[in-house]
């Protein structure tokens, strides 16, 4: 069972988790379900941002995105070439190294 580490994230996991993944699981699925709790403002329909990730290890072992989730992406702050929607990016089986950016754009939750 491939295992995701989520690096430290003073609003999400203070101190990093390690937390166990299904093959063909999303990560943001795999988050939620342990209580890491990202932002998912679309309800994990590829219309917002808000769930952003940078896969630090194992980016090559992902599917490919597809040009809705590259779009999207193109409005993430803090777009890494490893950045990934993680309610789109879906678990193989390798680990993965997961970052949470410190910012997110989300305007309901800004008070926009």
Known sequence: MPQI????NV???PDGAVVDASPGE???DAALRNGIELEHACEK???????????REGFD?????????????D????????SRLSCQAVVAEHD???EIPKYTINQVSEGH
Do not use: Q, R, Y
């Not at 072992?61 to 992406?73: G, W």
């Not at 409005?75 to 490893?82: D, F, I, M, S, T």
């Open 45 to 55: 329909s590829c219309a917002c941002t808000t769930c952003h990730v940078i896969v």
């Open 96 to 98: 993965l190294v997961v």
């Open 11 to 13: 609003e999400h996991c």
């Open 61 to 73: 072992s992902l599917d490919t995105s597809d040009e809705l989730e590259d779009d999207m992406l």
């Open 26 to 28: 999303t990560i943001l």
């Open 5 to 8: 580490i989520f690096l430290p």
């Open 75 to 82: 409005k993430a702050w803090g777009l890494e070439p490893n």
